[in-house]
């Protein structure tokens, strides 16, 4: 199967390679006074009798310019504009297959630029900002910003939703220089009709500092401004449906924008596994435009149980500037959300052991039934103010608040059945179990940035700056305060089938109350080339437990699991930091390249003191970790053409034992298993890290992007289980292994998007993972050393035609291996294999019917079992109304009656195959009207 993927992949790629003979138009542009090269020159490709623009571009650095895929077999012009210059238009016509060079084309300067002053070219540079105007691009009526983007020079709207502007990943948006209604991308592109956008910018959104610092490591960020008026607006969706078997769904929201101010309502509610977490995923799974193949708010099929959910929400945003200005924002935002959910699961499985010397009796088996039923309720308020010096005058500054206050209510009801076969144990154990628990928790985060002054010095070589402004200051203080009660009934029959005297009813009521405080501050100095960080993290925990037991009809206090515990951490970690540049060379349209230097030197006092009324829980520890670290990056950048950077670190740290390791409290109830800890205190366990990292990227529109990561670890005095089968009981401590264990992960991917002909494009992501390490572990005081592996490979392709045609391929393949390095026999060895194939496509037969299908195929492999799943889900929408924004849904889900609960995993010395309940076939109808309107 893992033949037939690559097989497959090497066809597509081959079917891509022939695609690289491409029609093209080009040219130089040239001052006619000078004899220089015209940058930044505007190229625009109309149609003869047509207004708005076919293609445009903007000449490089050298005054070139590259149009790839122009139309053919029609009269065309090419114009040439730049303020200061007099239009040159070109006419023209290419066969098919043809290309064009119009050479060297000379633009000559007016004296009065009054005789020049024209309508907003298509695309010009304002400074460093790049600007599309909207209005030059003619669209379908209902056209959405997302739409415009595919028809702009160096933009890539990916298959998954990705934007690129010549290769460079633009992860944020902005409206009107402020944030839009959350923090994805997709609320805004697939939302704000394309009649109301003035302009789209483009830009690099790092401080001044930081472009002196390296000019090429650009971090786009992208700001559609409005048509005066039209930042009042208001958008949203409000649907229904409803299903066989009684399933439905509903969900609204309503979003409006009136002068500095941003506001939403949302509702969902749902018996078909869709889990919404947050108002941005219901936002954006519901937008205007239609989510096409990269819905992440569907029906889940492989998730346990059958989840019924409420959920209600609102968000107020507020600019408090109102300048519109991207490098000056300054906002108040709070979130508010209520969610309701009821989920009723089942499950069977059973387990192997794999390191037992017996075939007939080596598993246990268990069965259980589980309802839960929880309240959640969440509010987020969060103030930021952030000013980004642009010319290197003034010093960049943030600084920001936030809170998140979390409370909910959870009750369940659970009954499991455990069955033993073992050699030494073969017993069942019957528990049921009723829990309330009330949790109620405050985060917040405070934070204050002040950048540095970029270093400018005199003809000397002496700096102009003051001694303050080049101290960078950097200071946090965030934590979380929270307590939670609560209240446990449970009932448990253990029968011991070989020796009925250890057979044993219990009976028993739990409560609990815990208090928490978990608190850190950091602050961080630079000056120059030094640095000193500082961290200081606090934590405290009360808790207090009453186990009550029922003996001779009465419930009396059990004295073992009853106990009052406190645990106070206290971790403080200073560091001092150097950074130099050891190489850095700017050559103005040429290249740039550097490489740098960053050291330091830590250390972490950390005190973990508990105290308990169990006298074996009071544990006071102190261990005093130093932790160097040193890292080197390089970086190169070929103007115009590529960018690769690449950096190597080291680092040490230490992991410490907590005391539920050490010595963890027993509950009797399940006497099948048993956590002893240690006998011994342990020692921290080392950890060596060393990384290399790297990246190449093009920079055109359609450019190929690489990226490789290779970690390398090496433990030494780490911990694991050592198992102990004693009579009837499976006993479980840990122990410290005196040998290294060592782990080698690596990953690799490459990306990049095809332009196959004119609006068809298509995007490749492949990747590829893995990792190799050894573990001990000791079973009955005989030690394995098991080497584990897992190599996985990952490769998505996305083909899409304009908005009528989506086609999406997912491709998942794992392998995972286990081998017990000093086993004489192979019980103890394992391989499991796992493939996934989905393919998803959209079709727009026309402007109003659209049909949307999707298969998933699942196959699972192991040393014991395979199972096979294919999943089949399809759906017809039409819209309706002049606007287009009336839709009814006709969905199948499951439509071969595929899909299986069956799930395996697996650990050291154990194999688990199971299934649990889940969602199978329902067929549903949905209505939803999306109303929007932009400008009062």
Known sequence: ????????????????????????????????????????????????????????????????????????????????????????????????????????INMIQVENEIEVVDLIPPVRMNGDTIEFNADAFQLDSNAVVEDLLQKLPGMVVWGDGEVTYNGRTVPTILVNGKPFFGSDMAIALQNIDKKAVDKLQVYDKRTFEEKQKEPENKQMEMNVVLKKGKENMMFGSIGAGYGTDDRYQGNMNLNKSFGKSQATVAYSVNNINKNLSSVDQLLRNTTFKGVGVNADFESDFQRQGILNQHVIGARYQYDLSGNNQTNNQHNFQGNVNARWEKNLQENESQT????????????????????????????????????????????????SADINLRNSHSESISSNLYLYDYLENQSSNSL????????????FNLRYNLNQKWKVKDGDGKSLNKTFDLIGFDFGLWGSIGSSNGENFMLGNYKNFTDPELNKESNRRYNSSNDSKDISADMNLSYDKFGLKQRLNYKKSDFD??????????????????????????????????????????????????????????????????????DYRNL????????????????????????????????????YPSLDRLRPIYDDINPGIRYYGSRYLLKATGVHAFSLNGNYNEMKQYSARINYNVNYRIYKDGLTDSLVFEGP???????????????????????????????????????????????????????????????????????????????????????????????????????SKNWTLGLATAYMLTKRWTINTSLDNRTNFSKFQDNKALIWNANMTYRMLKG?????????????????????????????????????????????????????
């Open 1 to 104: 199967m893992h033949q037939k993927t690559m097989l497959f992949l090497m066809f597509i790629l081959g079917m891509i390679g022939t695609t690289h003979a491409q029609t093209k138009v080009q040219g130089i542009l040239i001052d006619s006074a000078y004899n220089r090269v015209l940058e930044a020159a505007t190229v625009s490709i109309y149609e003869n009798g047509k207004k708005s623009v076919d293609q445009v571009s903007l000449t490089d650095r050298y005054g070139k310019f590259l149009i790839e895929k122009p139309t053919v077999g029609k009269p065309m012009y090419i114009e040439f504009s730049l303020q200061g210059y007099k239009k040159v238009k070109i006419d023209y016509q290419l066969a098919t297959n043809e290309s064009k060079d119009f050479g060297k």
């Open 352 to 399: 192997i052991l794999l390191t037992s010397e017996s075939t007939d009796h080596n598993s246990r088996s268990s069965k259980s039934n589980a309802e839960y039923d929880s309240r959640h309720q969440t509010g987020n308020f969060n103030y930021s103010r952030r000013k980004n010096s642009s010319n290197g005058e003034e010093r960049s500054f943030n600084y």
């Open 432 to 443: 049921e179990n009723s829990n309330t628990s009330l949790n109620s928790a405050m985060d």
């Open 545 to 614: 437990q009453v186990v009550n037991e029922l003996f001779a009809g009465e419930m009396i206090e059990n004295g073992s699991l009853t106990h009052v515990s406190s645990s106070n951490q206290l971790e403080y970690e200073p560091t001092l930091t150097y950074n130099t540049s050891l190489q850095s060379k700017y050559l103005n349209g040429r290249y740039s390249k550097s490489i740098s230097l960053s050291l330091s030197m830590g250390a972490r006092f950390f005190r973990d003191d508990q105290t308990s009324t169990l």
């Open 620 to 655: 006071l520890q102190n261990f005093t970790t130093f932790k160097p670290n040193i890292s080197l990056n390089q970086s190169f950048s070929r103007m115009d053409k590529y960018y690769l950077g690449n950096s190597f670190s080291y680092n040490y740290n230490e992991e």
């Open 729 to 831: 009981e499976q006993q479980v401590y840990t122990s410290q292994v005196p040998q290294s264990q060592h782990l080698v992960s690596y990953y690799l991917s490459f990306a990049k998007p095809f332009l196959l002909k004119k609006d068809h494009t298509l995007t490749l992501n492949v990747s590829n993972n893995g990792s190799w390490g050894n573990k001990y572990q000791y079973v009955d005081d005989f030690m394995q050393e098991m080497i584990n592996r897992n190599l996985s490979f990952q490769m998505n392709m996305n083909y899409t035609f304009l908005n009528k045609l989506q086609v999406a391929m997912k491709n998942n393949f794992g392998i995972y291996s286990r081998t017990d390095k000093k086993a004489e026999n192979s019980n103890n060895d394992y391989t």
């Open 884 to 936: 287009n924004n009336l839709e009814v849904k006709v969905a199948a889900l499951d439509l071969l009656k595929q899909n299986k609960g069956f799930y395996f995993y697996d650990s050291v010395t154990e194999f688990t195959s199971g299934t649990r309940n889940i969602l199978t076939q329902y067929y549903m109808v949905s209505l939803s009207y999306m109303p929007r309107k932009f400008g009062k």
